[in-house]
């Protein structure tokens, strides 16, 4: 239930603050006072797209907020709950619309997202304007209309959950049945792969090695000649390292006998000696590695070429190459078994088509008996809305399947979708001796205004929004027409929250809550503004409905009697 709104710098409001109860809401008012800015707002705030346009002159942003008192366990609270927000301490959504930036958007204080904002708002409200762009017009919605008031959505959504269960089986049998028809080929093309790379009997990090390996045979003679003179430098040639070490170490010692310390540094140098000639054996055994053979190179260039030519076929690396074997085996192991696969599958299909049938012919069933119900049920309403001529019917066809229909989604020619087997229009003939034709097709602004309350009045027990805004509900009526259309209004305002603007005193005067919006001049620039009224003042705005501009006494006196006889 939307419990407080307030509007800044949006069209040509300053600032605006409106508090509202549950019951019957009437907003009035002088033709472009702001009524329909308004609706304008809520609609931005249910989740409609901003523009900058309408932010008002001379204001860098508008500011737009309401809050919603969720009701514990409904829909919107579970909505509220699945976006991570606590329903209980009900909804604020607050947005602001900016000249230079993206419009920003928080719920409960928390910047948040369009797709979160109308996920959550699309079970608190619903705007009825006069045009036929609304929801109960289009015959997309008419089929969950009819669910919804026959009490068929668990019905529905049982269907809806087979059909979704059905489909990645529908999938896996198709690619399936594609791979048995390709399975000599694409065994085929495994086992080539598989005896490629198994002949090539890779070992992992063999490619560095043999890089590495490679470098050496195409440097060794450069490598060799290095090595020996090293050898020779520090051991083999006269005066070598080892040599000069050896003199120095003699010396040493024999200062040793005049001074320790120089003793223990000929003990020091022995111990290099030792590691010199430690170095000097393994430069000889590297030497014994070395290998200049042409032959062997040609081989490594050989094998890095098969090992090149595995990696750019198979994945860029020695591992992906392992790996990409490792898939074949599963995928060959697989192949031998789609037969079973698919045996398996078509199994599973089966049990669940039956069930889709079966769920799918109930629901075609109850609807082709709450149609008749809905039709009769709308045919009173209009009656009580002075439209007593009128027929009304739901026009329930089947699906018709496509070429490519999947068997396991149709029966019979009729293809079932994951809300059964039918689609629905509602069919309407405002006047005697015409023809049913779509409820879009309605041109009189008036009858449109009347079907539209008397389906929102039959759902309104069904209906899961919790608050209903009408806009131009009076369009096309007046008289006792009006006044009927009161009724109703307060009727459904039993079981929601009904905003309504009207220009009609003879709808004005059920309201439980009447405001009246005004707009003045002030310093140059209109401003609008917006008032509850009391009993008295109540009189004087229905008066003012009534009489217009210049109020009478006998206005004053009819609009008293209309509140009076309400």
Known sequence: MLRELSIRNFAIIDDLKIRFSEGLT???GETGAGKSIIINAVNLLLGSRASPQLIRTGAESAELEAFFEIQPGGNAARAMEACGYDGSEGLLIRRIISRNEKSRIYINGRLSTMAVLNNITE???SISAQHAHQGLLKEENHLFILDQFGGLIRLREDLNACYNEILPLVRKLKELND????????TELYRFQKKEIEQAAITPGEDAILEQEKIRLRNAATLYQIVTSSIDSIYDS????????SVAKRDLEKAGEFDPALGLLARELSEVSYHLEDITEKLRAYLNTLELDEGRLEAIEERMDLLNRLKRKYGGSLEAVLDHLSRIHKELSGIE????QIADTEKQLKQLHKRLVQLATELSHKRKDTAQTFAKKVEKELTTLRMPKTKFSVSLDTLQPSDSADPYLSLDGKTISDTGFDRAAFMIAPNVGESLKPLASIVSGGELSRVILALKAILAETESVETIVFDEVDAGIGGSVAEVVGRKLL???????????????????FA???????KHVLKGRTHTTITPLRDEERVE???RMLGGIHITEKTLSHAQELLENR
């Open 337 to 340: 078994t789609i037969p079973e």
């Open 238 to 245: 006269q005066g070598a390292i080892i040599e000069k070490l």
């Open 512 to 518: 439980d809550h009447h405001f009246r919006i005004s």
């Open 541 to 543: 705005e229905i008066a």
């Open 26 to 28: 009437i907003l009035s």
């Open 179 to 186: 791979l048995q028809s390709r399975r000599f080929e694409q």
């Open 491 to 509: 009727s459904l305002s039993k079981y929601h929250q009904v905003l309504c603007i009207t220009h009609l005193p003879q709808i004005a005067k």
């Open 123 to 125: 079970n608190i409200a």
